[in-house]
């Protein structure tokens, strides 16, 4: 991917290569990392996408605990040669809307890991509907599944557990937590400029590996879990973005292929908000999550609450129809009883 943009540093890549065994190192290329403050810095190929030319990114963001209002600082995408950082800080508000149209595309696919709370940002900040995502977090889960493995609720993998998985990357990542602890001790640390080495090079490892794991888990998935997880993909992305006209704006959801409609599969995910009426969201979750949790154990759908960040006395659920009307009528029985 060719830019205007100085690196100042170099990243290792991973690459997946057929006849290459499985070491995350054996077939790694040495990309720049470039910081973008201007449009022009970013490939044509991502500003431009399209049918003729699709892409496969790796994706993440960071800034101020980003939700619908912590501030977006940092958007940064991945290729298989090379890392690009951009920098809203610097670039301000028309960096970012110069990426809309790549974020929003059919035609490229952004590998994440965990895509709420980014969709979310992205949203609310700069009305951005992530689209055509391919949720690492999500295909973890679905790959467990596909080998029959029980999950428990909330049993989400991180990314740091991901990368050290020697299925997929078997690296540790022990600056990830080093990052945390500065989080902890000051939120703004995403804000200053210029950017620190540690900002670089933590921002470029939490995309540099996503392509590798992606590759990797495309090889295992089935037919089956590769629809569920696009419609799931699209769902997460929109779960924490409410809005008055219930999604209508954001790109519909994948119907089931007929490949597998011809196999006799039948099946449909969707997501419901639940409003919880005022002072009564503590009764849903319940004395340390116990009756939140007895919920989540009851149904076979993924319940979510905004937790501190928001959104406020709303609870989220997603999954097959049945089990999904079925949360909704626990939750409502919870909060009308008591």
């Known amino acids: 991917m060719a830019s205007n943009s100085l690196p100042v540093f170099r990243s290792r890549i991973p690459q997946c290569r057929p006849g290459v065994p499985e070491n995350v190192t054996s077939g790694d290329v040495t990309a720049p990392i470039h910081i973008v403050t201007n449009v022009s810095e970013l490939p044509p190929e991502f500003l431009n996408p399209s049918a003729d030319n699709q892409l496969i990114i790796g994706l993440d963001c960071e800034g101020i605990d980003l939700c619908e209002k912590g501030a977006l600082c940092v958007i940064q995408i991945a290729f298989t040669d090379a890392i690009y950082l951009v920098d809203i800080i610097e670039g301000g508000e028309a960096l970012v809307r110069a990426c809309k149209t790549a974020l929003e595309s059919s ?16 949203y609310f900040q700069y009305n951005i509907k992530l689209h055509n995502v391919f949720d690492t977090q999500i295909a973890y889960s679905l790959i467990e599944e596909q080998e029959g493995k029980q999950r428990t609720p909330d049993d989400y993998i991180s990314f740091v557990s991901l990368l050290a998985d020697s299925r997929y990357c078997g690296v540790t990542y022990i600056e990830k937590e080093e990052v945390r602890g500065l989080l902890r001790k000051d939120p703004n640390f995403w804000t200053y400029r210029p950017m620190s080495d540690k900002m670089i090079r933590t921002a470029a490892d939490d995309v540099r590996f996503l392509l590798y794991i992606y590759q990797k888990m495309m090889d295992k998935l089935t037919k089956k879990s590769l629809w569920h997880l696009a419609v799931r993909g699209c769902l997460y992305c929109r779960c924490f973005c409410i809005n008055e006209n219930n999604y ?5 959801v994948p119907s089931l292929p007929d490949s597998l409609l011809a196999e006799g599969y039948m099946s449909k995910e969707i997501l419901s908000v639940l409003d919880i009426p005022p002072g009564k969201m503590g009764v849903v979750i319940g004395k340390k999550g116990a009756s939140i949790q007895s919920i989540k154990e009851s149904c076979n759908a993924e319940i979510l609450i905004g937790g501190f960040k928001g959104p406020p006395d709303k609870v989220f659920i997603i999954g097959p129809v049945k089990e999904v009307r079925k949360a909704e009528a626990i939750i409502r029985g919870r909060f009308m009883t008591f």
């Open 248 to 252: 209508a704006d954001w790109a519909p």
């Open 107 to 122: 035609y490229i696919i952004k590998v994440i890991h965990d895509c709420k709370r980014d969709s979310e940002a992205l």
